[in-house]
């Protein structure tokens, strides 16, 4: 589908940025038909400032990159969703959204993968993670199992606290089993985006 940039007399279309992993909503913008060309060329999300009249790669200054992984475009086609990968914050504020939304438990779990990731290319001596990696992948196995069990006794129980403690157990294993089998964890929700298609 072809965009229509004579829609507007500026020749600005607004397009929507949201994380391609999280769903968050990142930002708002404008392109014109050069940027849009720029940004599928390049894959670094590219718009136009309607303040200064010129065309800008988000994190050309901050280094806080837009890698754009889908583009897709309404039904009107006057309309633009850009889904990326932020590189950093993405807001000008320091936030990593201009619009403050906050999903803390998602945003949770995917700063736990990102940690457990640095744990892991960047070993830390006191780092119960490090010390998982060091052992390799058949302890890390060995570790979800165990707590997979647990869990399962757990819930045999009346005591919500224990169970909940085991689940948060298996939760921070099984995700350490992901980045030891590098996997991430948007790879496993979109598998179970999929099932329920």
Known sequence: ?????????????????????TGKVLMLAFLNEEAFEITQKTRKATFFSRSRAALWTKGETSGSFLEVEEILIDCDADTILIKANPSGAVCHTGADTCFNERNENADFLFELEKIILDRKTNPQENSQTSKLFAKGLNKIAQKVGEEAVELVIEAKDDND??????????????????????????DVLETLKQRRR
């Open 1 to 21: 589908m072809k965009i229509n940039f004579e829609k507007y007399a500026d020749g600005l279309v607004p397009a929507i940025v949201q994380d391609a992993k």
């Open 161 to 186: 606290g224990l169970f909940k403690s085991e689940a948060a157990d298996l939760l921070y294993h099984t995700l350490v089993l992901f980045a030891e089998k590098n996997i991430a964890l948007a």
